[in-house]
């Protein structure tokens, strides 16, 4: 099985929950690896991040400002390939914000620079992770994945 | 192979290019009023189908050809339905084609007052005068895409 954390940018919230639901640990956003990195969100692809315990492979995906059309065309992709619905597992992450966050990264690809990307870690951290451990929470009791 | 034509609101441009691929519309010549509104989903969705990824029919080599309105996302929104269809095992079976480079003002701002605004009396005509003025590049694109298509199936 597949699971995507689906947000406005996949090098942000998404990335923070991904590594949540991954080590169960909050950890500093600012020293995860591909945190704030506009290179790896640029092109829109799926960003692996690892794997659980039960060998399903764990993505992050930045779909613009529009996530819940995204989440709506990605279910319904999968059907259309011919796959079932739980080999693919989409979960949106939503915080407070999270709108400016592609505007975050273009700004990134002009004006290079690390400090930007701590700006939002630093915000991350102290105001919204809390929501996200709940987000992450709720989606491993919905699908028992524990 | 499942073919998925895409532009704003899946209603016009890409519901206009499936019909041409599936030979619902004559490409030969430009199709009246009557016939572009007889089309199935022409101009007749709302902001429930963005995202949405309909079915109009599969072509004459088995390849299922689906609409979808994906409001201004851009290629992005290709890239991203690819990258999935990647990592599941399937990017082989899926072509992205974007119609929006093939759309004329005249659609925008019919296809928004129709749509959008839901002034169908007013953006109808608007529409429609684009829609007949993007016929033929809406054809290239289509002859591209089965050509691509076929390629694909190896045939």
């Not at chain 1, 956003?29 to 799926?46: I, L, S, V």
């Not at chain 1, 960003?47 to 060998?55: A, F, L």
């Not at chain 2, 009246?32 to 199935?40: F, G, N, T, W, Y």
């Amino acid at each position: 099985m597949k699971i995507i954390f689906l947000g406005t940018t996949g090098v942000h919230h998404t990335l923070l929950a991904a590594n949540l639901y991954l080590t169960d640990e909050i950890c500093d956003p600012a020293r995860m690896q591909d945190f704030a990195d506009q290179r790896k969100d640029h092109d829109g692809k799926p960003i692996y991040v690892g794997r659980d315990e039960k060998g399903n492979e764990v993505y992050t995906l930045g779909a613009g400002k529009d996530v819940l059309m995204a989440k709506k065309s990605i279910e319904e992709l999968v059907g259309i390939l011919d796959f079932y619905p739980h080999d693919l597992l989409v979960k949106p992450i939503k915080v407070t914000g999270d709108s400016l966050f592609p505007f975050i990264n273009k700004v990134s690809t002009v004006i290079p620079s690390k400090s930007i990307g701590r700006v939002v870690a630093k915000y991350l951290k102290s105001t919204q992770i809390n929501s996200i451990a709940r987000q992450v929470q709720g989606f491993k009791d919905h699908y028992q994945l524990h | 192979m499942k073919i998925i034509y895409h532009c704003f609101g899946g209603s016009h441009s890409s519901v206009l290019a499936a019909s041409l691929h599936l030979k619902l519309i004559d490409k030969e010549r430009l199709p009246s009023k009557c016939e572009l509104i007889a089309l199935p989903f022409f101009d007749k969705t709302n902001n429930d189908d963005f995202g949405a990824i309909r079915l109009m029919g599969n072509d004459e080599f088995g390849n299922q050809v689906f609409v979808m309105g994906k409001k201004s996302m851009g290629n992005r929104y290709a890239t991203m339905l690819e990258g999935v269809a990647e990592i599941l095992g399937g990017r082989d079976q899926l072509l992205m084609v974007n119609c929006m480079n093939r759309v004329n003002w005249f659609m925008k701002l019919g296809g928004f007052t129709s749509r959008r605004i839901g002034a169908v009396s007013i953006g109808r005509p608007i529409l429609e005068k684009g829609t007949v003025d993007a016929f033929f590049k809406l054809v290239n694109l289509v002859e591209i895409t089965r050509l691509k298509a076929m390629a694909g199936a190896g045939l």
